[in-house]
């Protein structure tokens, strides 16, 4: 998830922005100007990068990060190595006098930062074992109550039944969505189920490519699929429709051994869910819906041909 930095991390952006001007503003206060036959411009280049992927590291960690320990640590311990760095940096224009206090400031804060960042890391490292725990253990979950097809790797029929009874339970607007693969038995006599397979699993991810994040995408069927869409209006819902046929349409699907591509040919339904309906109910429709356009298709193909 991305994270606005100045609204999210407003105050570590003012930290970060307080270290580099501090850093800039001592150097300009206490330094001399040198002249030019004094600057090393390699050193220049060299410490120029470290200021400029540190600023960089910090921008990466604001963005990609939301508030918390972690993001502080990481956040301030870069901050301090920037400081430092910007300051070795502005030396090689800058002459400064020799002060102790000085030196300290320009040496002490790296380590500190560095140690922090470190902190960060090891922080970083517990929150991640605790989120891989958690996948794991939904995944074991989903495997152990097969509610995963093997071929497709989307969730069976079992899965959709059960996210339909749980989204029927909310007020929210719910549409469910069929898509039919025409003819797939054919296919599979012509070309064998290993390819019908393969076939299937194309299909699965073209519709997850096409699917959102909220939407539950199940192979119902032998050759039969249903997208369940929450909190979905009904322009939503048919222009979702429309993307995934489209998507299925252009699909050129390479058959092993053949350099002709087979284009598949698709059957959508749609129906809308509400509290009034029951789980099976639905699914039983909108099965019906499907059936009846697949006949429809046919009785036009056949009137096509005479």
């Given at each position: ?41 390699l050193d220049i280049i060299g410490e ?259």
């Amino acid at each position: 998830m991305r994270f606005n930095p100045f609204t999210s991390h407003r105050l570590l952006v003012n930290c970060i922005i307080a270290m580099f001007f501090s850093a800039c503003f001592l150097s300009a206060y206490l330094g001399v100007l040198k002249t030019y036959a004094d600057i090393q411009w390699l050193d220049i280049i060299g410490e120029g990068g470290i200021v400029l992927m540190a600023l960089v590291w910090i921008t990466v960690l604001l963005i990609s990060r939301p508030p918390s320990k972690v993001t502080t640590y990481l956040v301030i311990g870069v901050g301090l190595f920037m400081f430092s760095a910007t300051l070795d940096l502005l030396d090689e224009w800058l002459m400064h006098p020799a002060h102790k206090w000085l030196s300290w400031i320009e040496s002490l804060p790296a380590p500190v930062g560095m140690l922090l960042t470190s902190l960060g890391l090891y922080y970083w490292h517990q929150e991640q074992y605790v989120l891989n725990r958690q996948l794991r253990r939904r995944e074991a979950n989903l495997r152990e109550h097969s509610k995963v097809c093997s071929v497709t790797g989307l969730y069976k029929a079992q899965y959709l039944d059960l996210a339909i009874k749980n989204q029927l339970l909310s007020t929210q607007p719910l549409w469910l969505g069929a898509i039919d693969i025409r003819d797939f038995s054919h296919f599979n006599s012509e070309f064998g189920f290993k390819e019908g397979d393969r076939l299937l699993r194309e299909v699965s991810e073209l519709l997850l490519m096409n699917c959102r994040l909220s939407d539950v995408v199940c192979r119902y069927a032998g050759d039969c699929f249903m997208v369940l869409m929450p909190e979905t209006t009904e322009q939503q819902a048919k222009e979702l429709m429309m993307q995934i046929k489209g998507a299925l349409r252009y699909c050129a699907f390479k058959v092993e051994g053949s350099k002709k591509a087979k284009f598949q040919h698709v059957t959508t339904a749609l129906i809308q869910g509400n509290e009034r309906n029951y789980t099976g109910t639905l699914t039983s429709q909108l099965h019906s819906q499907l059936q009846q356009k697949k006949h429809q298709q046919k009785v036009a193909q056949r009137a096509h041909l005479c």
